[in-house]
């Protein structure tokens, strides 16, 4: 290092990594000759894009793309660092006396890593090399799988220095390789090479070059490296002069394998009932786009509080791709954070047509707020005293807490939507609302809970009753009674943990089949001592016991049936046609019946999650509007993106919760296809990538690296394949 007053220290503690680089810069700009950095812990880009020929001595962790679009200087870290070490760097030098992450050397153009310990996945990866530029990674330890993946260029060396038993190097390695070399002391088996990669014979100038590279590494970390000599090395290099030739062939069919770009279905929203573009929602946030991104969430749903934030059990972070890595994206917590502070947006134009909507559930509630916030009149019609249907009557208060869910209910009814709560509609009233409205939505649910006679089972209660009477301050007694559920679906877990909550000595649900339940409902239950027999099948009850099939007699004080609902259509018109259900009857991907006036929505369709009447009740406004406005409704279409194609060695270890979203299927324009094309065929003007058939020659090295899977190689259908 240079002489003391020609350095400078900071302290890193506490500093935001903003703020440390840009006293490191400061530093350099009053021509000290070097920084010492103290108490780093994760601070990101120390030494981006520095061209400097100055040193940065770093004491503790950095953060991700250390060295990033370094051009000369040299950073010396005293302790471990994490991913993407010298990404994309053209000179310089990093020494790490310690382990590293993932990627490290990805797209080096130039410059040397060496690293005393070991690294983890993708070393190297897009490493190349131009003229007399040759970047070279020396490892000290060992490597993970897909160490040299798609080199063009440079070289690597993996030292294995601690002796560890079998290969110091994974599987893939050097995958797509089509220049440089990869050195590996220590046995390599040839089902650890990756497509293209090849063992080689070592020359005189792999000697010549290794022993002045082990010399100056030697030199960096105090180390004695004379023992090992070129003989102990296997190199991998390249397969033949061209070793993806083949797809370089002038007859393949451009026209239907060439790369496309098309954004896909990413699977959080994929598995979303309601469709929400969760990594839009998080792209905006993270451009400080707050507002935007919330009147994307209205364009969806008025439940982000209560039913995305609290009832439903999250699909879509069961779906999450971030689950195959690290634990999924915390998105209900995401949507309760980033709640709207402002009044929702009503359209200018305002229309004539009167859209009248039957029950304040879920579903209807999504359409008054879709078709009201598009300028309809809207006019609700709901029979109890209070908008909000089951989610207000059915489910727990521990699960949706009377202020939660007022929350939401509140901006619905800043909306000009007329309420007429109390209002029971019959055949005679729905035939009032029919004439006076131009389109009218029937979104009553599921309110007749199905049953089974059993003989002796007059006794049996509905479940639905069970929980409503809660939630009107009615509760059953069932203090230090013993309480059997037949039907163990998540409504079933819900009567489950009431009665608990209620003293119930024991709980009991009883199923034919697998349980359905699942998520917070199922856990819950069981946590609180709720069991769970299947498949059992009930044959009899008397006055104290319920009779199994099995031969088998269970105690049960109270019984309640828990295996769902079916509707109640006597008030609709004949026009109307029901099945023996009593479901409405529609065409696929339609909400329309057959009389063209009426639409259904939500569970009087088909039963499904809240989350499911909050989707069909946003679509089937859609379908009203193009109805009146003489236009055509197209029902949404889900391309899901494959997992597969989800590159997640570009991810890992990020700290804001919306940073770890991976916006799979969604292009964020980070370019990497259109820098890492050998051809300088894809090029991006704003948001129009396009691909130059005379230059592309079907490499796909930008499908290869794109993180997200947006960039495919063939038709859609296809594309989505390897889910």
């Known amino acids: 290092m240079p002489e003391r007053n020609s350095l400078a220290t900071i302290n890193a503690k506490g500093l935001y990594y903003k703020a440390l680089n840009r006293q490191i810069r400061a530093c350099f700009s009053r021509n000290q000759q070097a920084v010492v950095l103290r108490n780093v812990l994760g601070q990101r880009y120390i030494g981006c894009g520095l061209s400097d020929r100055r040193a940065i001595e770093i004491h503790g962790t950095p953060g991700q793309d250390l060295g990033a679009f370094m051009n000369g200087t040299k950073l010396i870290v005293y302790g471990n660092a994490q991913d993407g070490v010298g990404n994309t760097m053209n000179d310089g030098k990093i020494i790490v006396h310690g382990k590293v992450g993932e990627i490290p050397g990805h797209s080096m153009r130039g410059g040397k890593i060496f690293i005393k310990g070991d690294v983890e996945y993708r070393a190297g990866i897009h490493m190349k090399e131009y003229l007399e530029k040759i970047p070279v990674i020396v490892i000290g330890g060992t ?51 990756g497509i293209g990669a090849v063992i080689a014979p070592m020359d005189d100038a792999d000697a010549s070059f290794l022993k002045r590279t082990l010399d100056e590494y030697a030199a960096d970390f105090g180390c004695n490296l004379g023992r090992i000599s070129s003989a102990d090395f296997t190199k991998i290099t390249k397969k033949g002069h061209r070793p993806f030739g083949n797809l370089y062939s002038p007859a393949m069919n451009l026209k239907t394998t060439q790369p496309r770009h098309f954004n896909l279905t990413p699977p959080c929203a994929f598995a979303c009932p309601t469709g929400i573009p969760t990594p839009v929602f998080f792209n905006l946030i993270k451009d400080g786009q707050l507002k935007e991104a919330q009147l994307l969430m209205d364009e969806y749903t008025p439940f982000r509080m209560s039913v995305c934030g609290a009832v439903c059990p999250a699909p879509c972070m069961e779906a999450c791709s971030r689950n195959a890595l690290d634990g999924p994206v915390a998105i209900q917590e995401l949507a309760r954070t980033y709640y709207p502070s402002y009044a929702p947006v009503v359209a200018r134009k305002k229309h004539k047509e009167l859209i009248s909507i039957i029950g304040a559930g879920p579903a209807g509630l999504s359409a008054a707020w879709q ?70 939505v029937v979104a009553t649910g599921a309110q007749l809970t199905k049953k089974i006679s059993y003989p002796g089972g007059e006794r049996i209660l509905p479940g639905l009753s069970f929980l409503t009477d809660i939630n009107d301050g009615r509760p059953m007694d069932v203090s230090k009674k013993e309480v059997v559920i037949i039907g163990a679906g998540n409504v079933g877990m819900d009567i489950a943990c009431e009665a608990w909550r209620l003293g119930a000595s024991k709980v009991t ?160 324009f980070c370019d990497r296809c259109v820098e890492n094309c050998p051809q300088e065929a894809l090029s991006r003007n704003g948001e129009i990538f396009t691909v130059d058939s005379e230059r592309c020659t079907l490499c796909y090295t930008c499908v290869g690296v794109c993180p997200r899977g947006v960039i495919q190689t063939e038709d859609l259908p296809g594309a989505t394949s390897g889910n």
């Open 143 to 193: 490597a993970k799988d897909y160490c040299g993946e798609y080199m063009a260029g440079g070289r690597i060396i993996v030292l294995n220095l601690d002796g560890r038993a079998g290969s110091p190097v994974g599987s893939g390695l050097g995958t797509g390789i089509h220049g440089g070399a990869i050195y590996v002391r220590g046995a390599v088996e040839v089902h650890q090479l």
């Open 371 to 440: 078709l009201a916030r598009r300028g309809y009149r809207v006019r609700v019609y709901e029979k109890t005293d209070n908008i909000g249907g089951k989610i207000r009557r059915a489910i727990p208060k521990d699960r949706l807490p009377d202020e939660i869910l007022e929350k939401d209910i509140r901006r619905i009814r800043t909306l000009p939507i007329e309420f007429f709560e109390g209002t029971a509609v019959d055949s005679k009233k729905m035939a009032f609302i029919y004439d006076e409205s131009d389109a009218v």
């Open 509 to 668: 649900a009883l199923d034919i089949q697998k349980p359905l339940a699942f998520g917070k409902e199922l856990e819950t239950a069981k946590k609180r001592g709720t069991k769970i027999l299947w498949p059992k099948f009930v044959s009899s009850l008397d006055e104290k016991k319920i009779h199994l099939t099995d031969g088998s007699p269970l105690k049960a004080d109270v019984v309640i049936f828990s295996i769902g609902e079916v509707p109640d259509a006597s008030y609709l018109p004949e026009s109307v046609y029901v099945d023996d259900r009593g479901y409405i009857k529609t065409a696929e991907r339609s909400f329309q019946s057959n009389d063209p006036k009426v639409f259904g929505c939500g569970d009087i369709v088909k039963q499904g999650l809240a989350t499911d009447a909050v989707g069909s009740g946003r679509l089937a406004a859609m379908e009203i509007d193009g109805f009146l406005r003489g236009g055509k409704f197209f029902y949404p279409e889900k391309n899901p993106v494959g997992k597969r194609r989800i590159r997640f060695a570009y991810f890992g270890g990020e700290e804001e919760e919306t940073d770890r979203c991976i916006s799979c299927g969604t292009c964020i």
